[in-house]
């Protein structure tokens, strides 16, 4: 069982930047596919970015390659992303979310919304 909790979230303009952060708690343990999926008004979620728990490959949407970056701290059991030159079209409820393999999404948080506007 692993708990998840995310912060970071927030109003921010155009161009600007924003970190989301996702702590985890629990049996960490199992934890080995990290990742970031965001949900906009009428749309279905969609993965964003994933990395392995080792670092040894991440992964990124079309959609966000080169604005976004992932990352993570294991020993804060942390995972992080950056998302600069943002968009109104990145408006959307964000969500971390953990898995015991490649692509699985065991475990989530609870969200956290993200709004880019002037």
């Known amino acids: 069982q692993v708990q998840l909790l995310e912060s970071g979230g927030g109003l921010v303009q155009p161009g600007g930047s924003l970190r989301l952060s996702c702590a985890a708690s629990?049996?960490?343990?199992?934890?080995?596919?990290m990742s970031w999926h965001r949900q906009a008004p009428g749309k279905e979620r969609e993965l964003v970015a994933s990395?392995?728990?080792?670092?040894?490959?991440?992964d990124y949407a079309d959609s966000v390659k080169v604005r976004f970056t992932i990352s993570r701290d294991n020993g804060k059991k942390s995972w992080y992303l950056q998302m600069n030159s943002l968009k109104p079209e990145d408006t959307a409820v964000y969500y971390c979310?953990?898995?015991?393999?490649?692509?699985?999404?065991?475990?989530w948080g609870q969200g956290t919304q993200v709004t880019v506007s002037s």
């Open positions: 629990g049996f960490t343990q199992s934890v080995y596919y």
């Open positions: 979310s953990a898995g015991t393999r490649w692509r699985s999404n065991d475990y």
């Open positions: 990395i392995t728990r080792a670092g040894g490959r991440t």
